[in-house]
């Protein structure tokens, strides 16, 4: 399906805005304000009449992390900013562990991970003592996990997880391979080379790709999932953003990238095939995926299960959520306040609009749960 500003499948509205953050930990872009004005929201009710008052705090806050949430950060910052205009919010796209390693070193307020804080690695107990309250994962956007290619004349593509394993691990090599003719029986594909493109540096959204990958097809996948990628073949390219332009520029190219620089940068995207039909990528089928997750943390944690082998028609299964790596308490209460204020905005009001910018909102369900975590920060 080939996206474009004038529609998107499911209604979205593309008028993501571009942010020029690496994700590498040694090049890190800033985030203050620069998007269009939200808008939009989901088609149950509105995040921002059912979420609690946002009250405001002044003072600044300076979080760091995921390049996965930054287009929905630029955005949320701009709006909160309007309306609490006492407070600043600078936020460094690092990538989801630059995020996290300057949250335990004390370096930032919160941070923003694509994947969960992990309790087998230290990360969990890290930010713990760095608190000294709690730390807790809130689940804040839900970034449908994009399978961008360019190949001239074939503006409708289905790939199943097989097959998607094998092209990113070089087994299929050209688009007119037998395995993806198979699948797409009245698709004209050329004998273009594959160009493979992943990101070449610690990133959260590389984690829950390969996490999808093992869960749908260990026998090719074998490898265990990390925030750095496993393959051997194709070309590594720094955060979100260079991943995207590498595909704008390269015919034969596909990569695996967050749907809103799939939207911002006008790619086209595979239809996933889990085994309940073909399901192209909208914020409606990523929200689908999303109803089906179990919260695994303990106490206030809301680290989230997600079902990446779902068969549910109208899911689409690769999907990441971004969370707000907090404290629960904070040793200076003036910066509580100021997260808790922030963070209020975000599950509320900010919610209303992620899916013009290539997100999807989280399911009632579990925002509920997360609003109620982030109105005991102090």
Same mark, same amino acid.
């Given at each position: 399906?080939?996206?474009?500003?004038?529609?998107?499948?499911?209604? +979205? *509205?593309?008028?993501?805005?571009? %942010?020029?953050?690496?994700?590498?930990?040694?090049?890190?872009?800033?985030?203050?304000?620069?998007?269009?004005?939200?808008?939009?929201?989901?088609?149950?009710?509105?995040?921002?009449?059912?979420?609690?008052?946002? &009250?405001?705090?002044?003072?600044?806050?300076?979080?760091?992390?995921?390049?996965?949430?930054?287009?929905?950060?630029?955005?949320?910052?701009?709006?909160? !900013?309007?309306?609490?205009?006492?407070?600043?919010?600078?936020?460094?796209?690092?990538?989801?562990?630059?995020?996290?390693?300057?949250?335990?070193?004390?370096?930032?307020?919160?941070?923003?991970?694509?994947?969960?804080?992990?309790?087998?690695?230290?990360?969990?107990?890290?930010?713990?003592?760095?608190?000294?309250?709690?730390?807790?994962?809130?689940?804040?956007?839900?970034?449908?996990?994009?399978?961008?290619? &360019?190949?001239?004349?074939?503006?409708?593509?289905? *790939?199943? /997880?097989?097959?998607?394993?094998?092209?990113?691990?070089?087994?299929?090599?050209?688009?007119?391979?037998?395995?993806?003719?198979?699948?797409? &029986?009245?698709?004209?594909?050329?004998?273009?080379?594959?160009?493979?493109?992943?990101?070449?540096?610690?990133?959260?959204?590389?984690?829950?790709?390969?996490?999808?990958?093992?869960?749908?097809? /260990?026998?090719?996948?074998?490898?265990?999932?990390? &925030?750095?990628?496993?393959?051997?073949?194709?070309?590594?390219?720094?955060?979100?953003?260079?991943? !995207?332009?590498?595909?704008?520029?390269?015919?034969?190219?596909?990569?695996?990238?967050?749907?809103?620089?799939?939207?911002?940068?006008?790619?086209?995207?595979?239809?996933?095939?889990?085994?309940?039909?073909?399901?192209?990528?909208?914020?409606?089928?990523?929200?689908?995926?999303?109803?089906?997750?179990?919260?695994?943390?303990?106490?206030?944690?809301?680290? +989230?299960?997600?079902?990446?082998?779902?068969?549910? /028609?109208?899911?689409?299964?690769?999907? %990441?959520?971004?969370?707000?790596?907090?404290?629960?308490?904070?040793?200076?209460?003036?910066?509580?306040? *100021?997260?808790?204020?922030?963070?209020?905005?975000?599950?509320?009001?900010? !919610?209303?609009?992620?899916?013009?910018?290539?997100?999807?909102? %989280? /399911? !009632?369900?579990? +925002?509920?749960?997360?609003?109620?975590?982030?109105?005991?920060?102090?």
């Amino acid at each position: 399906m080939k996206l474009n500003r004038a529609g998107i499948a499911a209604g +979205l *509205l593309a008028t993501a805005v571009t %942010l020029a953050a690496c994700g590498s930990d040694s090049n890190n872009t800033t985030s203050s304000s620069s998007a269009p004005a939200g808008g939009g929201g989901s088609s149950s009710a509105s995040p921002s009449a059912t979420a609690p008052a946002v &009250k405001c705090a002044t003072g600044t806050l300076n979080a760091d992390g995921s390049t996965a949430q930054a287009n929905a950060m630029t955005q949320w910052i701009k709006d909160y !900013q309007n309306k609490c205009s006492g407070t600043t919010v600078v936020y460094a796209g690092g990538g989801s562990g630059q995020g996290v390693t300057d949250f335990n070193g004390n370096k930032v307020d919160f941070a923003g991970s694509d994947a969960a804080l992990d309790p087998a690695k230290g990360e969990l107990a890290a930010a713990t003592t760095r608190c000294g309250s709690p730390a807790v994962d809130l689940p804040m956007v839900v970034g449908p996990v994009a399978i961008a290619y &360019k190949l001239n004349g074939v503006s409708s593509l289905t *790939l199943t /997880p097989d097959v998607l394993a094998k092209i990113f691990l070089g087994k299929v090599t050209t688009w007119n391979d037998d395995a993806i003719k198979s699948i797409n &029986k009245n698709a004209n594909l050329p004998s273009t080379p594959i160009t493979v493109f992943y990101r070449s540096d610690q990133s959260g959204t590389t984690q829950n790709f390969e996490t999808y990958l093992k869960a749908t097809d /260990p026998t090719d996948f074998t490898a265990t999932p990390s &925030k750095v990628w496993a393959g051997t073949v194709g070309q590594g390219k720094s955060g979100s953003q260079g991943v !995207q332009q590498a595909v704008q520029a390269t015919e034969g190219a596909i990569a695996y990238d967050e749907f809103s620089y799939a939207v911002s940068g006008n790619l086209q995207t595979a239809a996933i095939d889990n085994g309940g039909g073909a399901v192209q990528l909208s914020a409606k089928t990523a929200s689908a995926a999303v109803n089906s997750a179990t919260v695994v943390g303990t106490g206030d944690d809301l680290s +989230l299960k997600l079902d990446y082998a779902t068969k549910t /028609p109208g899911a689409y299964p690769i999907i %990441l959520v971004t969370y707000e790596i907090t404290c629960t308490k904070y040793a200076d209460s003036a910066k509580g306040a *100021l997260v808790q204020s922030f963070l209020s905005y975000t599950s509320g009001p900010g !919610q209303d609009s992620l899916i013009q910018l290539g997100y999807a909102p %989280l /399911p !009632q369900q579990i +925002l509920s749960k997360v609003q109620t975590v982030v109105a005991k920060i102090s």
